[in-house]
């Protein structure tokens, strides 16, 4: 079965850090830019961590930059992304996308259910 299986997600407070997973299945990542996307409640799913195929580029959103990281491990067939000096507002579901591009543009090929993500005192 062609799927991508997201895990890591849980409660944290204001400050700490979680390491989210991206597993494929059936095909092959390297192949795949993938963008990590945040859906808070109530609100529309936004990319904000995206790794291109070949050279392994990462772009960030803004909101994210310096406290993200994307990273792939191809012979894992995984894509990671660490977040660090969570903040209340990056609660939500994390889901990844694969797009069969360099970068993360256009319609994803894969995407994975998500998993919670709660950052919360």
């Known amino acids: 079965?062609?799927?991508?299986v997201e895990s890591g997600?849980?409660?944290?407070?204001?400050?700490?850090?979680l390491?989210?997973?991206?597993?494929a299945s059936g095909f092959s990542l390297e192949n795949y830019a993938i963008n990590w996307f945040h859906q808070a409640p109530g609100k529309e799913p936004e990319g904000?961590?995206?790794?291109?195929t070949g050279d392994g580029s990462t772009f960030y959103?803004?909101?994210v930059k310096g406290r993200f990281t994307v990273s792939r491990d191809n012979?894992?067939?995984?894509?990671?992304?660490?977040?660090?000096?969570?903040?209340p507002e990056?609660?939500?579901?994390y889901s990844c996308a694969a797009f069969r591009n360099y970068y993360c543009a256009g319609n994803p090929t894969f995407r994975?259910?998500?998993?919670?993500?709660?950052?919360?005192?």
């Open 48 to 52: 904000n961590s995206c790794i291109s």
């Open 90 to 93: 990056d609660s939500g579901v």
């Open 112 to 121: 994975g259910q998500g998993t919670q993500v709660t950052v919360s005192s």
């Open 19 to 23: 390491r989210l997973s991206c597993v």
């Open 75 to 87: 012979a894992k067939n995984t894509v990671y992304l660490q977040m660090n000096i969570l903040r």
């Open 61 to 63: 959103v803004d909101s």
């Open 1 to 4: 079965q062609l799927q991508l």
């Open 9 to 17: 997600g849980g409660s944290v407070q204001p400050g700490g850090s």
